[in-house]
């Protein structure tokens, strides 16, 4: 299952028209939206390409002059893709997950520049 947020822009005078193309197009659910013009929407999907798929048709509707992809979360689609990783040592994730442990004390002691 894939969920993506979808920020979309209309002109103000035509939010009404956006709001019931929209509805009527199955494709999203609408989450929010404001006078100006904006608003958002949620896209859920088997796969990154069945979402793609639903943001042209959205894209397509009158009146829209932009709608775009914010956030994006993907369940299983790249599961298959974590046996190609090397684990990082557990000990690591262990108190980065700890909630007892203060960021304050957290010392990094490394660089990017090398990696």
């Not at 209309?10 to 929209?22: K, S, T």
């Not at 932009?66 to 090397?86: H, I, L, R, V």
Request: contains cysteine; aromatic residues 6%.
């Amino acid at each position: 299952m894939n969920i993506s947020s979808v920020v979309v822009k209309c002109a103000p005078d035509y939010v009404d028209f956006v709001l019931e193309q929209l509805h009527a197009s199955g494709q999203c659910e609408v989450y929010a939206h404001d006078a100006l013009g904006r608003i958002i929407i949620i896209l859920e999907g088997d796969s990154t390409e069945h979402e793609t798929e639903k943001l042209r048709i959205i894209q397509e509707i009158p009146h829209i002059l932009s709608a775009e992809m914010a956030y994006a979360f993907s369940e299983n689609e790249f599961s298959p893709e974590e046996e190609k990783f090397e684990m990082v040592n557990p000990e690591i994730v262990n108190r980065l997950n700890d909630t007892e442990v203060d960021a304050k004390d957290i010392v990094y002691n490394g660089h990017l520049k090398d990696k």
